[in-house]
C-alpha cells in the first residue's frame, strides 16, 4: 500500500510561485511513476507532470512546459512541483499520483494510477 500526501499550496498573484510537494509512504523500496494532476471546478483532471523516481526523467504536458519543474529526491520519498510564472488559469486542486509503471501514451491518464493524495488547493489570482 502506498500513501501519498500532499501540501505546499495556497494562494499567489498572477507570476508568481509555488512548490507543491508529495510525500510517499508504503513501499517505498520500488520505483513508481509519479503524475501530478489537477483539477478545476467544473474541469476534468488533466495531468500536467510526470517523473519515474527510477531515473528520474520528467515529463510535462504543454500547458505548463517551461514553466513548471518536477524533481524528486530519493533519500527522502519525495517528489516535488515547482510552479514559476503562475496564471489564473493554473488554478486548480493539485494531486500527486503513483503506479509502478505505465506505457508512454498513458503518461497523463488519470484512470491509470492507482494511489492519489488528497490534493492540495492552488489559487491565482489576475
Known amino acids: 500500500q502506498v500513501l501519498l500526501v500532499e501540501s505546499g499550496g495556497g494562494s499567489v498573484q498572477a507570476g508568481g510561485s509555488l512548490r507543491l510537494s508529495c510525500a510517499r509512504s508504503?513501499?517505498?523500496?520500488?520505483?513508481?511513476?509519479i503524475g501530478w494532476f489537477r483539477q478545476a471546478p467544473g474541469k476534468e483532471r488533466e495531468g500536467v507532470a510526470t517523473?519515474?523516481?527510477?531515473?528520474?526523467?520528467?515529463l510535462y504536458a504543454d500547458s505548463v512546459k517551461g514553466r513548471f519543474t518536477v524533481s524528486q529526491d530519493k533519500t527522502k520519498n519525495m517528489v516535488y512541483l515547482q510552479m514559476n510564472s503562475l496564471k489564473p488559469e493554473d488554478t486548480a486542486m493539485y494531486y500527486c499520483a503513483a503506479v509502478p509503471f505505465l506505457p508512454l501514451p498513458r503518461l497523463f491518464a488519470p484512470d491509470a494510477y492507482t494511489y492519489w493524495g488528497q490534493g492540495t488547493q492552488v489559487t491565482v489570482s489576475s
Open positions: 517523473i519515474y523516481t527510477g531515473e528520474g526523467r520528467a
Open positions: 508504503g513501499d517505498t523500496y520500488r520505483n513508481y511513476r
